[in-house]
């Protein structure tokens, strides 16, 4: 993958640089260019849109042989003057639209490699040897001299016991506390 990504890059930067060496000298043409639309003569008109077309082909030409891109050069110009004056001394719209959307590819590119590079070099590091962690021995039980005792199991009828008497003795303590006529009422004359 990393090939790939410096050969997109490579690439990206190498349009980039053309294209400024092609806008730095750019200036005459444009300046032709100008004249072309403010003068009202059709004659004057012509005579400027042709000199922006030759030097439009002159500025390419120097522009390609610098970077020994030549042989990519044409002599391609232009029908009217409404098109000389829409599309000269300008660089191709397809290349334009691929700069602006890989602008932020080169940082992006030396970030991601650096970060290629620090995962790479953070495997590569000696590590540390890591000693198995062992318990520390227990300390031997003493001897018995006589077997453990079984755990005792909760006596339930004994609380279910305590529970009933607690209760009978509070009715108890309730009726005491009667007059002797409710007390026999309730109870019987037998108590």
Request: aromatic share 10%.
């Amino acid at each position: 993958m990393i090939k790939y990504v410096l050969f997109f890059v490579a690439f990206r930067f190498l349009v980039q640089s053309i294209s400024n060496t092609y806008n730095g000298g750019a200036a005459r043409c444009k300046e032709l260019l100008s004249f072309a639309r403010e003068t009202d003569i059709e004659s004057a008109r012509n005579v400027y849109c042709f000199e922006a077309v030759q030097e439009d082909q002159r500025l390419t030409l120097d522009t390609l042989k610098s970077y020994k891109l030549g042989f990519l050069a044409t002599n391609a110009t232009y029908a009217y003057d409404s098109e000389v004056l829409e599309y000269a001394c300008k660089m191709p719209w397809y290349l334009l639209e691929m700069l602006e959307w890989t602008s932020g590819v080169t940082p992006l590119s030396i970030v991601w490699l650096v970060f290629q590079c620090a995962g790479w070099i953070w495997e590569k590091r000696p590590k540390p040897k890591i000693k198995p962690v062992t318990p520390p021995p227990s300390p031997d039980a003493p001897p018995m001299d006589r077997p453990p005792l079984a755990p005792r199991k909760p006596q339930t009828q004994g609380i279910r016991r305590r529970k009933e008497e607690k209760s009978l003795m509070e009715n108890l303590n309730k009726l005491a506390s009667l007059s002797p006529k409710l007390r026999n009422r309730i109870m019987g004359e037998d108590v």
